[in-house]
């Protein structure tokens, strides 16, 4: 089945404390990204991959670190996470081309306390 | 920079009504594509309906169309026909054909279907 499979689903963390989230896709996309979502202000892109080895920034892009070794995993990092990251995140695939919509993950809800 | 507003953050409609959730966005491409995404409570989200710029022609999906009018920057999304399962909440969504492709999200707007 095709998918984009992040994880975890929830995720309850202390400030400070360094987190991974994981995403995989097995689509071959060449295109990844991650999203936070928050009420009232829609989804916000964090960072983007376009390749292997090639990311950029998004709107939101502090406190968070990507990395793209390889193709079909892009891992959302925050290497010092604080209350206001508590958001719901998600990762995202798609083919390059904007004709193309985007495959998203389940979400990962985070709390920072 | 591209700006997608939904000025509707609730919206209520009668099951088996008609309703039509509204889209605006700004930006000086003139080949882009549009589309609107649905979240449920499983807060899934997953992809009602996509809408090229250069066609004219509305975008239609089963109850779910679209009435998008280029001049005025406008994509609204019309469902008919409304069940409890379409009660969720609704992205507009924004991508250019060039570039990074990165897509853009509206605020939102909530559905609520009333039995």
């Known amino acids: 089945e095709a998918q984009v499979t992040q994880n975890p689903r929830y995720l309850i963390t202390v400030t400070g404390k360094k987190l991974t989230v994981t995403c995989s896709q097995n689509m071959n996309h060449e295109y990844m990204s991650w999203y936070r979502q928050d009420p009232g202000l829609g989804l916000r892109q964090i960072y983007y991959s376009m390749n292997v080895e090639v990311t950029d920034k998004g709107d939101v892009p502090e406190g968070y670190k990507v990395s793209r070794k390889e193709k079909r995993n892009f891992p959302l990092i925050l290497e010092s996470p604080s209350p206001n990251q508590t958001s719901l995140y998600f990762c995202?695939?798609?083919?390059?081309?904007?004709?193309?919509?985007?495959?998203f993950g389940s979400g990962t809800r985070l709390t920072v306390v | 920079a591209q700006t997608v507003t939904q000025s509707q953050p609730e919206m209520s409609v009668q099951e088996a009504e008609t309703v039509t959730l509204s889209c605006t966005y700004d930006t000086s491409e003139s080949d882009y594509y549009l589309f609107w995404y649905k979240q449920p409570p499983s807060r899934q989200m997953i992809l009602v309906i996509r809408?090229?710029?250069?066609?004219?022609q509305n975008a239609t999906e089963n109850r779910f169309s679209v009435n998008f009018q280029k001049a005025a920057k406008s994509f609204s999304l019309k469902i008919s026909d409304s069940q409890l399962g379409d009660a969720a909440m609704y992205f507009c969504a924004y991508r250019r054909r060039a570039g990074a492709n990165n897509l853009f999200f509206g605020t939102g707007t909530r559905l609520t279907v009333i039995p």
């Open positions: 809408q090229e710029a250069y066609k004219q």
């Open positions: 995202a695939s798609s083919r390059t081309g904007a004709n193309y919509g985007y495959t």
